[in-house]
């Protein structure tokens, strides 16, 4: 049985109106219990709550040094490819953006995870669009199996695959899946996927279990701060993480809140988060998972990641590209259009193509960062917090 069969019977209603001294009440309960139910995690996200942000916080960050330490792990992503069959509203590499639009050869894949690890990475995180053709299973496999020996852990952040082809990318190296179900709210899951087998919603939601069946150690998942209600989603995405828990036993988990960004769609956010309500999710979520690991990309201001550091983060992006080559300029040569899957080329010495070899254009980004330090700047304020940044923390030989 899949997450799916029980993803409709999930507490909802524990996150309905009650007077604000209940919900206080109720909140002051949970924050005292050891082992938290999904009810009780809905106490913590309450508006309500808020009041108990400074006690929760204090009991997350020693939660977080018991479990993790004074460690912050790094790691990079690394964009293969643009190009995608879908059309997500919100997402800059949505199919009809008129962007400029790339896939990478396996050789300058190589270069650019080369660059990154001359900054210190060796925890990359493959991500592309989703488009069989230009990013197919072997192409992933060779990525995989080229970047192995020089990067100890490699995940990926691609396109939903059956458990037969995950199989050939973790046995060429790859052990980390990575996939935010966007929203768990199926009506609006319905509005912002219009076309494209991204609007399955079902198929999306099981990955983590495919992937985990095909040998995958690591899972990752998270919604997409901005479409649905953040309480709702947090729900959602804290009922799926117990799943998998449960299920998934043999794999690591990690828990993402990503924040919407501007993109090439410019599309604008449905709903808001606060950054107070992103610490008190955070927070929340290391009190209901202990031994996750809670990511936090560039999305995020540089003043925010630092402050949320000592509260429960385990692992952290720094000096992200979100475009393919967007490291060295690899693939700029070859920039062009896609229409209805058909490579449109840059017209010779036009405007377009003379700007696309420009120094300061490439191919478009699947969105805007907000951290835009450099890594060692980012290893550096970390320090000074009191933390060591980890570039590795995984070797094969340990499974060998």
């Known amino acids: 049985m899949?997450?799916?069969?029980?993803?409709?019977?999930?507490?909802?209603?524990?996150?309905s109106q009650r007077s604000r001294t209940a919900a206080l009440a109720a909140a002051?309960?949970?924050?005292?219990?050891?082992?938290?139910?999904?009810?009780?995690?809905?106490?913590?996200?309450?508006?309500?709550?808020?009041?108990?942000?400074e006690p929760m916080s204090r009991r997350s960050q020693a939660l977080t040094r018991q479990r993790f330490g004074k460690v912050i792990r790094f790691f990079a992503p690394l964009y293969l490819s643009n190009e995608c069959i879908n059309n997500c509203k919100y997402c800059g590499f949505s199919r009809d953006n008129p962007i400029l639009r790339v896939t990478l050869a396996?050789?300058?894949?190589?270069?650019e995870a080369r660059s990154l690890r001359e900054q210190g990475f060796r925890n990359i995180l493959l991500v592309s669009g989703e488009h069989p053709k230009f990013v197919s299973r072997n192409y992933l496999s060779e990525c995989v199996k080229t970047l192995h020996d020089e990067f100890p852990s490699v995940?990926?952040?691609?396109?939903?695959?059956?458990?037969?082809?995950?199989?050939?990318?973790v046995a060429a190296g790859a052990d980390g899946l990575v996939v935010y179900q966007e929203t768990y709210d199926r009506t609006l899951y319905g509005q912002m996927h219009t076309a494209g087998p991204k609007r399955d919603f079902n198929w999306r939601m099981e990955t983590p279990e495919r992937g985990y069946s095909a040998g995958f150690r690591r899972l990752g998942i998270g919604a997409l701060l901005g479409l649905s209600d953040w309480r709702c989603e947090a729900l959602c995405v804290a009922a799926h993480a117990q799943y998998l828990l449960r299920h998934c036993w043999?794999?690591?988990?990690?828990?993402?809140?990503?924040?919407?960004?501007?993109?090439?769609?410019?599309?604008?956010?449905?709903?808001?988060?606060?950054?107070?309500?992103?610490?008190?999710?955070?927070c929340a979520f290391r009190l209901m998972f202990p031994d996750?690991?809670?990511?936090?990309?560039?999305?995020?201001?540089?003043?925010?990641?630092?402050?949320?550091?000592?509260?429960?983060?385990?692992?952290?992006?720094?000096?992200?590209?979100?475009?393919?080559?967007?490291?060295?300029?690899?693939?700029?040569?070859?920039?062009h259009r896609t229409e209805r899957g058909r490579i449109v080329g840059l017209a010779a010495n036009s405007s377009e193509w003379a700007a696309a070899q420009g120094s300061a254009l490439g191919a478009t980004g699947q969105f805007?960062?907000?951290?835009?330090?450099?890594?060692?700047?980012?290893?550096?304020?970390?320090?000074?917090?009191?933390?060591?940044?980890?570039?590795?923390?995984?070797?094969a030989a340990l499974t060998a």
């Open 28 to 53: 002051r309960e949970s924050l005292g219990k050891t082992k938290l139910s999904l009810t009780d995690f809905a106490h913590l996200i309450s508006p309500a709550a808020s009041e108990l942000l």
């Open 250 to 282: 043999k794999a690591q988990l990690t828990i993402s809140v990503p924040r919407l960004r501007p993109n090439a769609g410019e599309f604008e956010p449905l709903t808001s988060i606060s950054d107070r309500e992103l610490v008190q999710l955070v």
């Open 292 to 335: 996750a690991g809670l990511v936090l990309s560039t999305r995020e201001p540089a003043w925010l990641r630092d402050g949320l550091i000592p509260l429960g983060i385990t692992l952290i992006s720094a000096g992200s590209h979100t475009e393919p080559g967007g490291y060295t300029g690899a693939g700029k040569e070859r920039l």
């Open 368 to 395: 805007d960062i907000s951290d835009a330090r450099s890594p060692e700047a980012v290893a550096e304020k970390v320090r000074r917090l009191g933390y060591e940044p980890v570039w590795k923390d995984w070797d």
């Open 2 to 15: 899949s997450f799916v069969a029980e993803f409709d019977l999930l507490p909802l209603a524990a996150l």
């Open 155 to 169: 995940s990926l952040e691609v396109g939903p695959m059956e458990t037969e082809d995950y199989r050939p990318i």
């Open 106 to 111: 396996v050789e300058e894949v190589l270069q």
